[in-house]
């Protein structure tokens, strides 16, 4: 967390970066005019809660009492302080009579003017005043109070003692937006009974929205603005409004403070960043971030929870998120509840849509969601161009969540969303600073217990892990190395997707793959390409993107290819002296991938001599060669590949060979039906031949 002071929220005179010091000596020339010109007047300083109103306050006091030419006495009277309306009311006495000289001279004026408080005020009920004890005084003084004298008379010697007063008093009192209705009309009232006696003069501050809130509920307005309005300026006779923060100085305190936490935390924003955070503060933040306070509380909030995510996140999207959670909550709620998968991309109607949702529609639809989450009208269209920074599938053009298509570390991204809500990095993820150092370990040291981790986060979240990586690999040879044959491990275990909003498992290994690939040393290529080969679908795994890799703007080393067209070429002899019955589906896989990888001038003279010398026999041949159907783990016969048996030794072979079989009584075959065995093979196999045959002679 950065050293400065954001949770402060005490006045802070010391700091004045908004020209307060000069309107608060403004305001003290103001106060002198008003004494020469008046014996006793109302004035109010008035601001927004959180605008600096006590800080200024502060300064205007602390002018006042260091003017020596014409010093007055300040009096600091808090309402707030005290517990109900009558112990509020004779603190109020009592601080005024407190306020009076002292000496001999004094001693009998300030017994008069205790005489006029004493008749007018509730006898006894002091156990509210705050810090001080006024019951003692108030009793000693009642008891030498004559009966019959009237409190006009009372009233009018206390105006002779405090004529003769040299410095005119200033009651202070700030915190007026703080109080009860029924407080506030007390206030008010003391303010009018005493406000005419002389060198008696009132500084009272307050937020004025609030003040009229609370005056439209009593009596005295009856729910109505206007009244209340009318009602106050009855009583203020003077106002002393602190400036608005004009907008050079609101984008100075959102810079400075934005400018101190990169440093704190050692962030360089980038270019996107930068521009994405400056739209969303021109088109939203800065209607929210009108006052210092608001600016201190929103930055707060971003310094007191981004320590534990730094380096995990996008500093922008989280500080963005941060103002949605800080000033509109009834938002953030909605984001890991009801909107969280259109959002992401994950519901269904942006996955399957029934109708085209126009931009205006969407809009449009998006505006009412915010209203119904508390948003008003104004801010709405703010708002939900903050949400459409941070969520490409918002603005209908975030086609992609991988890294390649630039969301990155954004909330937008499925991988990182969570973590922008829990403040870490949660317990089924892995930090991208820990992930960075074990592959940073595993190539510079080839860290075993590093390599562990890794291939159990490969294992148990595939797809978030490989996009990871994707990250972290480039300039990595010795890390890749290491990680191929991790990959073709788990390439063993993975489903088979025919759709998946998440990515497709296998894909993503073999794009890691082929990331991997191209960064492996041509001194390494034979040594990775064996023991990835070694694993059952390590060849099938080199194969495949190799294949792909000529499609692909990633350059490979041709090496690769004749080193794994060899593993390939091993894996395939070794089934020759093997009855293709008793052969895997998996295994014959190999010889797909050796034609494609090895090339069919160097594949099928040989599978050729395989069935001419009677290794292996026209039917089981055929037989494997009938594709298989995959979704998830669950697999189901298709068709046969016609183009590899005619290619390897031609189609007549297998009408010759196997004319007895297809005369006789063929089940029509039926593709999708049948589980992978070699039985079923057989009948896929005679069924589809028999139709092509028929086919083709007819």
Known sequence: ?????????????????LER???AKRTVCALGEIRRQSKSSVAGLIAPWGAGKSTTLEMIVEGL???DAEPWVVVDLNPWLYSDVESLQLGFFVSLREALPRGKKWGKKRERVGNFFTAISPMGKVNGLVGIDASSALESIGERIAGDVSANALRKKAEEVLGEVDSPILFVMDDLDRLTPEELLMVFKLVRLVGRLPNVYYLLAYDEKTLLDLIQQTSVASGNRARAREYMEKIIQVRFDVPDLRPT????????????????????????????FGVAYRSCLRHYLTTPRSINRYFAQVDAFYDSLNR??????????TFIRTFEPGVYKNLTGAWRDELLGESVEVIWPSKKESVSDREARWQAMLSEAGVT???????????????????????????????????????????????????DDISDVAMRQMVDAIDQTADNASLDVVRAALTSDTRRTCRKLLKLMSGKSNASASLLPVLAEVYADADYELFTIDGNTRALIEELALIAMAEITDSRIDEVVNSTGSLPHGAILLSIVLSSSRSSEVAINPAFHSS???????????LFPQSLENVSTHDFRHVYHWRITAGKDATDSRLKQALVDGQWTALDFA?????????????????????????????DYFYDALQSQMDADVLPPQRHYYEDTIENRRIMALGQLKQRRDRDRA
Not at 631 to 639: M, T, V
């Open 21 to 23: 010091e000069d309107f």
């Open 377 to 427: 009208l104004a801010n709405i269209p703010g708002i939900y161009k903050v949400l459409s920074s941070l969520f490409p599938k918002l603005r209908g053009d975030g086609t992609s969540n991988s890294l390649r298509h630039g969301a990155g570390s954004g909330i937008g991204n499925r991988d990182y969303f969570d973590r922008y809500f829990s403040f870490g990095v949660p317990g």
């Open 564 to 574: 794994t067209a060899a593993v390939l070429e091993e894996r395939v002899s070794s």
């Open 249 to 276: 100085q609101k984008a100075h305190l959102v810079e400075s403070a934005i400018s101190e936490l990169l440093a704190t935390y050692a962030i360089d924003l980038s270019k996107d960043e930068e521009q994405s």
């Open 623 to 651: 037989a494997r060669s009938v594709s298989v159907s995959t979704s998830g783990n669950s697999e189901s016969l298709s068709d046969v590949q016609f183009d590899l048996l005619e290619e390897v030794i031609g189609l």
């Open 312 to 321: 995990e996140v996008k500093f922008a999207d989280f500080a963005l998120l």
């Open 65 to 67: 009492e260091q003017h």
């Open 1 to 17: 967390m950065s050293q400065r002071s954001y949770f402060r929220d005490d006045p802070d005179p010391e700091n004045d970066r």
